[in-house]
């Protein structure tokens, strides 16, 4: 009796953690499900991964009202086949395919566009691979929760046609956009300029303002986009290439 007792309480912290990380389904208003879409200018070419997809209502509405493909990753076996009934009612299932599968394991690399609407303990475990794995200028939209120390490109709150179970009469959904590495000393002919990196927030040395919006960087009279080692662009209207 004593063994029960003690491998029922060793096993006891192990499922209350598997409880307490796996996030419970709350569906996705509709109205909100296709603002988070536009606000990540989804549209066709793109690939929307909604991580943790339910019912898959959103990867559907992309392929359905964006033109966009999309796949959903899904830990329910259950809900995986149910949205794939759902994308061939919906005459999308050449468009949008659901894997079953670990959201903190999956391959999101492909994505342009990422939905998610997990729990902030998984939003936190995720925050690394969104800038680690993801390509610059890839979209990520949240519904409900922030990632801590990634101040969001863009936040609204969306009001609700009717109480949605679950969460209320309102939704407030964030918009990243997954910046490029720029942080370091770049170098021009008779040329040579710091920047210090907070994500998208960046200070260039000697500027009054900069900003960067994925592959896309500014700063006093000039503008140029990121390719690799190399920042490309026009200053005061001459062409210059800047290198680390």
Request: glycine share 10%; hydrophobic share 45%.
């Given at each position: 009796?004593?063994?029960?007792?003690?491998?029922?309480?060793?096993?006891?912290?192990?499922?209350?953690?598997?409880?307490?990380?796996?996030?419970?389904?709350?569906t996705t208003p509709p109205e909100v499900v296709e603002r988070m879409l536009s606000m990540a200018g989804t549209r066709a070419g793109d690939l929307v991964v909604d991580l943790g997809s339910g019912d898959g209502r959103i990867v559907i509405a992309a392929a359905?009202?964006?033109?966009?493909?999309?796949?959903?990753?899904?830990?329910?076996?259950?809900?995986?086949?149910?949205?794939?009934?759902?994308?061939?009612?919906?005459?999308?299932?050449?468009?949008?395919?659901?894997?079953?599968?670990?959201?903190?394991?999956?391959?999101?690399?492909?994505?342009?566009?990422?939905?998610?609407?997990?729990?902030?303990?998984?939003?936190?475990?995720?925050?690394?691979?969104?800038?680690?794995?993801?390509?610059?200028?890839?979209?990520?939209?949240?519904?409900?929760?922030?990632?801590?120390?990634?101040?969001?490109?863009?936040?609204?709150?969306?009001?609700?046609?009717?109480?949605?179970?679950?969460?209320?009469?309102?939704?407030?959904?964030?918009?990243?956009?997954?910046?490029?590495?720029?942080?370091?000393?770049?170098?021009?002919?008779?040329?040579?300029?710091?920047?210090?990196?907070?994500?998208?927030?960046?200070?260039?040395?000697?500027?009054?303002?900069?900003?960067?919006?994925?592959?896309?960087?500014?700063?006093?009279?000039?503008?140029?986009?990121?390719?690799?080692?190399?920042?490309?662009?026009?200053?005061?209207?001459?062409?210059?290439?800047?290198?680390?």
């Amino acid at each position: 009796m004593r063994a029960l007792l003690l491998a029922a309480a060793l096993a006891a912290p192990a499922a209350a953690e598997e409880i307490e990380t796996r996030p419970p389904l709350i569906t996705t208003p509709p109205e909100v499900v296709e603002r988070m879409l536009s606000m990540a200018g989804t549209r066709a070419g793109d690939l929307v991964v909604d991580l943790g997809s339910g019912d898959g209502r959103i990867v559907i509405a992309a392929a359905q009202k964006f033109g966009a493909r999309g796949l959903g990753i899904e830990l329910d076996g259950a809900l995986i086949e149910k949205s794939r009934a759902a994308a061939r009612a919906a005459k999308v299932d050449d468009k949008v395919s659901f894997v079953q599968g670990d959201v903190l394991a999956a391959d999101i690399s492909r994505a342009t566009v990422v939905t998610v609407y997990l729990l902030p303990s998984l939003m936190g475990r995720l925050q690394a691979r969104f800038i680690a794995e993801l390509a610059p200028g890839t979209r990520i939209v949240s519904h409900a929760f922030a990632m801590a120390g990634w101040t969001p490109d863009a936040s609204e709150v969306v009001r609700l046609k009717a109480r949605h179970p679950g969460q209320g009469d309102e939704s407030t959904l964030h918009l990243w956009i997954v910046p490029a590495e720029v942080r370091g000393l770049w170098r021009a002919p008779g040329l040579s300029i710091r920047i210090e990196q907070n994500y998208q927030r960046i200070e260039v040395q000697g500027a009054r303002a900069a900003a960067l919006s994925g592959r896309d960087i500014s700063w006093d009279g000039f503008r140029g986009r990121i390719e690799g080692h190399r920042i490309v662009g026009e200053l005061a209207g001459r062409p210059i290439e800047l290198r680390r």
